[in-house]
């Protein structure tokens, strides 16, 4: 059973390019969190998603940044017009209530 | 919303003492408390995780403590060894809402 997968590991945007971050949660997990890491902090919650339906987006900028997972397929976390302030690492968890969240190895995005 | 409150930041302890990283949470309501643990350039990775209905947890070395009339939990660290050194969060979740991390505690095991 695969754990979390997220892709790319590393991506380099120059500042306004779109950045399109992927994340295939664990087999059977249809709960999905994504988190923000700048360096030397801790992991900032941005946005909690079902299959099909967003359920908390509290802690996503509502300008430039959307995430969406669909029915088939991995979730997504856009980041448009990207800017220097946007590098960090995104890391994304999967879980199926009761279990436990699992998380994936990042994205770390640098914006030059 | 929840507020997850993490102590210490930094830890340095000599090889084979035991170490003790708390947490505090605000709401009431949660039930569910994971430990993870962060190597560099690496995802945080579950160690151990307690719920609600139990008052302590222990696994090999480590152990894990919840008071829930005081809301706080803690993290047991025994014997502890250099690749033990890693960022450890605490974290909160009432069934159905996300994770809320505490801001994280560097340990650093001196050989």
């Known amino acids: 059973n695969a754990g979390v997968m997220q892709n790319p590991r590393h991506l380099v945007r120059r500042r306004g390019q779109e950045a399109r971050l992927r994340c295939s949660p664990m087999?059977?997990?249809?709960?999905v969190y994504w988190y923000r890491q700048l360096p030397e902090e801790g992991l900032k919650f941005m946005v909690y998603?079902?299959?099909?339906?967003?359920?908390?987006e509290s802690g996503m900028p509502k300008e430039r940044f959307s995430a969406e997972f669909p029915k088939e397929g991995p979730s997504i976390l856009r980041i448009q017009q990207v800017v220097r302030g946007d590098s960090a690492a995104y890391f994304c968890?999967?879980?199926?209530?009761?279990?436990?969240?699992?998380f994936g190895q990042g994205t770390r995005l640098t914006v030059v | 919303g929840e507020n997850v409150e993490q102590h210490p930041s930094t830890l340095s302890v000599q090889e084979g003492d035991s170490a003790v990283i708390k947490c505090t949470y605000s709401?009431?309501?949660?039930?569910?408390f994971p430990w993870y643990k962060q190597e560099l350039g690496k995802g945080p990775q579950l160690i151990i995780d307690?719920?609600?209905?139990?008052g302590e947890k222990k696994d090999q070395r480590i152990a894990v403590t919840l008071n829930k009339t005081a809301k706080h939990f803690s993290l047991h660290i025994t014997e502890t060894q250099p690749e033990d050194s890693a960022v450890y969060f605490c974290?909160?979740?009432?069934?159905?809402?996300?994770?809320?991390f505490g801001g994280g505690t560097r340990l650093m095991v001196k050989p």
């Open positions: 974290a909160a979740r009432y069934e159905g809402n996300m994770l809320t």
């Open positions: 087999k059977g997990h249809s709960h």
């Open positions: 709401d009431s309501a949660s039930n569910y």
């Open positions: 968890a999967s879980c199926e209530f009761p279990t436990e969240a699992f």
């Open positions: 307690i719920r609600s209905n139990v």
């Open positions: 998603l079902q299959k099909e339906n967003i359920i908390d």
